[in-house]
């Protein structure tokens, strides 16, 4: 018999059903609720609001785990690249060989972009930081496809917007910052792979050979992987909600970019190094910084500490501490702040204040320790994170195309005024 949750309001009791995902989650289906009951549940930032039913990544916060389409990340990362699991989390199974080659090879027939779309960059100050010009570009490609607009296309339509916009984000992304460097912009080097394209295009210099190094793509390659879905996540609901009023990929996308331009989600990358920095200049005194970020007044948070749903450990962050410990070493870099994060990552983890809450380093703690390594800018850390990003974006905008989801329409508990009579302004 299908299991129902029962719910007593003023003395009725309404039956709710229940619903089990595959890796035995529960929900209770409230759906009806208004329409039966005249009452909505409040939930402020969705904190146990499940918005909808997918098979794409399954999370468990507790004890942190981390599966794309029932593959652990930690396999993931260590055994596959960056568009064989672009793949995967879009179209739901590992590619074959000959897939994965078709796959890469129509990426690369659009790398390209067209020059217009450069001179809507030329448009931009060098000091634009590089995830609102990336968020315009992308959004920008709705003028250059405009059969993109159209929701009901075909399948063939569909794909192709797939692989355009897996094709120009590496190029969006390192034009974004030649534009911050002033810098003349290259071209794509199909000759080369996703990663090491995008590395080439960022770092080339017009009178220099550029050789892109292993150590690096690889390092890259991995970080990409580690940051590619994250299930309902803040940008990744906010592509299905632009999604769901049927806009276009592009457009939804770079609103995901914007989402996750903010400090509490993907721009906290940036925001580690930087507070890592401060924390060096000013001595290197970690308690105190614990201190400040245990001080509610100080308006003071650790960076890169807490996750919304990881209260355990961040499997991701686990993975990438790791990768950070390989990258310096094989790159010979000695990192000054990479002493002060293990310093305090030490301290937070002994603290009671980050034990009882529990705050543990999120993926973002030591991304930007290899960033810096890899020679990426800070202002470039959350474009990393934005192409990363971009399959889990598509493979969810994709599913919530298939499934004919309604259009995403939260409710609200009105706090303002009643109906009061319009007084003239001269009467005020
Ligand atoms: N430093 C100090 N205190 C913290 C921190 C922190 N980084 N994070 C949470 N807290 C405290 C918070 O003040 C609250 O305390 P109290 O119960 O006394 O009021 C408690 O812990 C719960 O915090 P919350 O803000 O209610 O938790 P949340 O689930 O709404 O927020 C978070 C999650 C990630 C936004 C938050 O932990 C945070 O701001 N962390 C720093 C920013 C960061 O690293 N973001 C990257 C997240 S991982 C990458 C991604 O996927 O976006």
């Not at 995830?131 to 959004?139: D, H, K, N, R, T």
């Not at 496809?145 to 916009?165: F, H, K, T």
């Not at 071209?187 to 770092?203: E, G, H, W």
Request: proline share 5%; net charge neutral; charged share 25%.
């Amino acid at each position: 018999m299908a299991k129902t949750a029962d719910l007593i309001i003023d003395g009725k009791t309404y039956k709710l059903p229940i619903v089990e995902g595959t890796e035995n989650e529960v929900a209770v289906d409230i759906s009806n609720l208004l329409e039966e009951a005249g009452v909505i549940t409040l939930d402020f930032g969705y904190k146990n609001t499940g918005a909808t039913k997918s098979a794409i990544t399954f999370l468990d916060g507790d004890k942190g785990i981390l599966r794309h389409r029932g593959y652990s990340i930690e396999d993931l990362a260590a055994k596959s690249s960056f568009l064989e699991v672009a793949y995967l989390l879009i179209f739901g199974e590992l590619p074959m060989q000959d897939q994965l080659d078709k796959f890469s090879d129509d990426i690369k027939r659009h790398t390209m972009v067209h020059e217009d779309i450069k001179k809507i960059l030329d448009g931009f100050p060098s000091s634009s930081h590089p995830m609102g010009v990336l968020a315009s570009m992308f959004c920008a490609q709705t003028a250059f496809y405009p059969e993109s607009l159209d929701p009901n296309r075909s399948a063939e339509g569909v794909y192709l917007s797939i692989v355009r916009s897996l094709a120009k984000m590496p190029t969006f992304a390192a034009w974004a910052y030649k534009n911050a460097m002033g810098h003349p912009v290259n071209y794509p080097d199909n000759s080369l792979n996703y990663t090491a394209r995008f590395l080439k295009m960022l770092y080339a210099l017009p009178a220099e050979q550029y050789e892109v190094d292993p150590v690096v793509a690889d390092a890259l390659d991995k970080l990409l992987i580690l940051h590619a879905d994250h299930e309902q996540n803040c940008s990744t609901s906010t592509v299905r909600i632009v999604g769901s009023s049927k806009a276009s990929i592009y457009s939804s996308i770079s609103a995901g970019i914007n989402a996750l331009w903010g400090p509490l989600h993907g721009g906290a990358n940036q925001e580690v190094i930087l507070m890592l920095e401060a924390i060096r200049k000013d001595g290197g005194d970690t308690e105190k910084w614990i201190n400040k970020a245990k001080d509610k007044n100080s308006g003071f948070r650790l960076m890169g500490f807490g996750h919304r749903v990881y209260k355990n450990f961040d499997p991701r962050a686990k993975i990438i501490k790791k990768t950070a410990d390989d990258v310096l070493n094989k790159l010979g870099v000695n990192d000054p702040v990479l002493d002060i994060a293990l310093k305090l990552e030490e301290v937070a983890l002994r603290d009671p204040y980050f034990i009882e809450r529990k705050l543990y380093p999120n993926v973002d703690f030591y991304s930007g320790i290899i960033y810096r390594a890899l020679g990426i800018p800070v202002d470039m850390f959350t474009v990393m994170f934005a192409m990363g990003r971009l399959p889990g974006w598509i493979a969810q905008w994709k599913e919530l195309r298939e499934n004919k989801e309604p259009i995403g329409r939260p409710r609200q508990i009105y706090t303002g005024q009643n109906l009061r009579e319009y007084v003239p302004i001269e009467k005020r």
